[in-house]
């Protein structure tokens, strides 16, 4: 059965916990009427609302926080978190309301957030609302990911309206309904446990482990058993964001998943030219978020989470189940690599490779995503399309070595040229959501109204390692004439 949004089936199993955990709050009205941005057809389905139900004045009023949908809970959750490095013991959904959950017939729970919908007692500074430029980015990034199959929340839609808000400048405002099967946070744990309340911390968790990870709750050790299943996804998790060049740029632990999910997309994006000290977010001086940080933050992160169990699991029980980071990490990244470079194991030989490959990238800024790709292309016997990998080296010989001992890699450890051609199109994307695009969309957006790029690249990114021949200049890096699009964190 296919569901209208007003009478959306709503279970809202977090509202039923005490108020310890949220605060009651409605979304705040638009001043001016809401317009639907874009629908998002393939999220839609996850809740199982009827493909036209967005063609109502009623989804808009639902989706801008006009309109309630019937037994919404509305409530914003609170967490706390260390932000670059620091804890900050009280944040919380300054700008996001939960409008209940939903579970669909596969038994899929959905939570459903509007972002940008007005202020919240968690809102400190803040004035609850988010601007037209970083929902798109969160928008359009968020169903890239998915389209990658990396973890991530995802959206089912983007109103908008003509109320202004106030940042560096005047700018139009906008509201992201976002879906997670939980938004729970590591700093959702935090909070409790830097106020020494243990018994609302065992609460959270046990509700984590009852709706999230149903699988533990016969465990003789569940909270070491939810840890150890946590660090396993966030490790596996920043492997796939490396494999794909992809950076975070705000890895606070308020931004970080309990279920391994990428969650809150501020400052993010995809490498252009290979620079493993990239950092994508203007306001971190120091790097801390820098692509190549991210195993490391990872693990620190984790480290945090860790501390929080520790009413409930013995420190040394933490750290070995930490020692297993590393490990989880590199095995992971090891074989995405190895899948990359179309060797279906990793050896000696693919270890190599991906070492000196990645040096030269780094010493000619390399295009990531072209070139990966571009390696699709190559055959064991023909030396045919060599000159278009060469020309993306400063150093054409060195890669003609590296080209030979590749090609030996290939007649030692890989299947048949199609057949690795073949698996190779499915471990590197053509497309990813470069900054220049989704600068592109938010210009069409801004100046005209015009959303059909989003739209456009929604369809793309779905679909990232399709060919999409009409399309083939969404692959291509940014021009050097445009200039780098500065993003930083709330916005
Ligand atoms: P973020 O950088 O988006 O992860 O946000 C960090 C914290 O600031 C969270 O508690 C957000 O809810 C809050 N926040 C960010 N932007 C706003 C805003 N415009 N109004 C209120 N709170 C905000
Ligand atoms: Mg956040």
Redesign the pocket.
């Known amino acids: 059965m296919k569901h209208n949004p007003k009478t959306l089936p709503l279970s809202n199993s977090f509202s039923e916990l005490s108020k310890d955990f949220y605060a009651e709050v409605k979304p705040s009205p638009t001043l001016n009427a809401a317009e639907l941005i874009h629908f998002n057809p393939a999220a839609a389905e996850l809740l199982e609302l009827a493909p036209d139900c967005h063609q109502t004045a009623e989804f808009n009023a639902i989706f801008s926080g006009n309109q309630a949908i019937d037994n919404a809970a509305h409530i914003a959750m609170r967490?706390a978190?260390h932000?670059f490095g620091h804890l900050v013991p009280s944040?919380?959904?300054?700008?996001?309301i939960m409008l209940g959950e939903t579970t669909n017939s596969h038994g899929q729970r959905w939570e459903i957030q509007l972002k940008?919908s007005g202020?919240?007692p968690?809102?400190?500074?803040?004035?609850?609302?988010?601007v037209l430029r970083s929902t798109i980015r969160e928008y359009l990034c968020s169903e890239a990911m998915f389209g990658l199959g990396i973890p991530t929340t995802r959206a089912l839609c983007i109103t908008g309206c003509d109320d202004k808000?106030y940042r560096e400048q005047v700018e139009t405002s906008a509201i992201l309904t976002r879906l997670a099967p939980s938004h729970v946070r590591f700093g959702s744990l935090e909070y409790f446990y830097y106020r020494d309340k243990h018994e609302p911390l065992r609460q959270l968790t046990d509700y984590v482990i009852s709706h999230h990870y149903p699988e533990l709750i016969v465990s003789d050790t569940p909270y070491l058993a939810l840890l150890q299943e946590v660090i396993s996804r966030t490790a596996k998790l920043i492997a796939q964001w490396q494999s794909v060049g992809f950076c975070h740029g705000?890895m606070?632990t308020?931004?970080m998943s309990i279920l391994g999910l990428t969650l809150?997309y501020?400052p993010f994006g995809f490498l252009d030219g290979y620079n493993p000290r990239h950092i994508c977010n203007h306001s971190d001086h120091s790097g801390r978020y820098a692509y190549d940080q991210q195993p490391e933050i990872g693990l620190w992160n984790l480290a945090c989470l860790a501390q929080t169990l520790t009413p409930f699991i013995s420190e040394d029980d933490a750290r070995q189940a930490l020692s297993q980071y590393s490990q989880i990490f590199q095995q992971e990244y090891q074989q995405l690599m190895s899948n990359k470079l179309g060797f279906e194991n990793y050896n000696d030989d693919v270890e190599q490779l991906t070492k000196t490959l990645l040096l030269q990238m780094q010493q000619s800024q390399t295009d990531f995503t072209s070139l990966f790709r571009q390696l699709c292309s190559v055959e064991r016997d023909s030396e045919q399309t060599d000159q278009i990998l060469r020309n993306m080296f400063v150093e054409p010989e060195a890669f003609d070595q590296w080209l030979n001992d590749y090609r030996l890699a290939l007649r030692k450890h890989a299947p048949p040229d199609k057949q690795r051609q073949s698996n190779m199109k499915l471990a590197n994307p053509k497309y990813v959501l470069r900054n220049h695009m989704a600068q592109l969309a938010i210009e069409k957006a801004e100046q005209e109204k015009d959303y059909s790029e989003i739209d456009r690249l929604i369809k793309l990114l779905h679909n990232p390692f399709d060919e999409h021949a009409d399309m083939a200049h969404y692959a291509s890096p940014p021009a050097e004439s445009v200039e780098q699009v500065a993003v930083s964190?709330?916005?």
């Open positions: 967490y978190g932000q944040l919380g959904d300054g700008r996001a940008g202020m919240t968690f809102s400190r500074m803040g004035d609850g609302r988010a808000v705000v606070n308020d931004n809150d501020g964190c709330s916005s």
